[in-house]
């Protein structure tokens, strides 16, 4: 993989208890690196192999520990706000500013925060078995190797990002996939589009995630 300098955060470390590998509920002690898109990997950069994406123990965690900040780990600080601060709020939050909105007369009800997206399993038909393929949708959170499987209709809202759901959040992925021929080679070529979309869309993890179905759904010639 390459990144530009720029995009990168170099020589991070964990001591465990933070990371894991995708998959996995091992804990990742060691070097990191982190993208400009959120993507965690280990090595202390790119050139530092194996690059095995990694991902957060508990989602909601966003402090990770780094050699290079010179902040004390066995000592750290509290961090208090007083009542002229207010805590810093991420830019993915729906959050209504009441007092703001009754001050301009602004009607408060801003409708329902936008949603998650909705897991499906699809389930090919019969004309798709006559055609030897189908289409599978996905959604990829976008600071995580977290993949979703979703319906056309869902993964259209993404898409074209509907507010209604939360497209700021979540990458769509359209994948042909193969049903019919012979196993061996419905396998092998689902696994090389998994492996294509990846690299080429840099969706690390996503091969992994169909953990090793590459011949789901498949049937023999008919």
């Known amino acids: 993989m390459y990144y530009p300098k720029s995009q990168i955060q170099e020589n991070l470390h964990t001591n465990g208890g933070e990371l894991k590998p995708f998959n996995s509920e091992k804990e990742y002690k060691g070097f990191y690196f982190k993208t400009s898109n959120g993507e965690i990997f280990s090595g202390k950069n790119p050139e530092d192999k ?68 909705i897991q499906s399993k699809p389930i090919p038909t019969e004309e798709d078995y006559q055609k030897g393929t189908f289409k599978r949708f996905f959604v990829k959170k976008s600071n995580q190797n977290l993949f979703i499987e979703v319906n056309e209709d869902e993964y259209e809202l993404f898409k074209i990002k509907n507010p209604k759901v939360q497209c700021n959040l979540y990458v769509p992925i359209e994948l042909p996939w193969n049903l019919t021929g012979d196993r061996t080679e419905v396998f092998n070529k689902n696994k090389s589009l998994s492996h294509l979309y990846e690299t080429r869309d840099k969706l690390y993890g996503f091969s992994l995630s169909f953990k090793n179905k590459f011949d789901k759904y498949w049937v023999g010639r008919i």
Request: glycine share 2%; net charge positive; aromatic share 8%.
């Open 50 to 117: 194996p690059n095995i994406p990694l991902e957060m123990v508990s989602p909601s965690s966003n402090e990770l520990s780094s050699p290079s900040s010179g902040i004390n780990f066995s000592n750290k600080k509290v961090i208090k706000f007083t009542s002229n601060e207010s805590e810093p709020i991420a830019n993915n939050y729906y959050v209504v500013n009441d007092a703001y909105y009754k001050s301009k007369s602004i009607p408060q009800n801003r409708g329902e925060a936008p949603r998650k997206p």
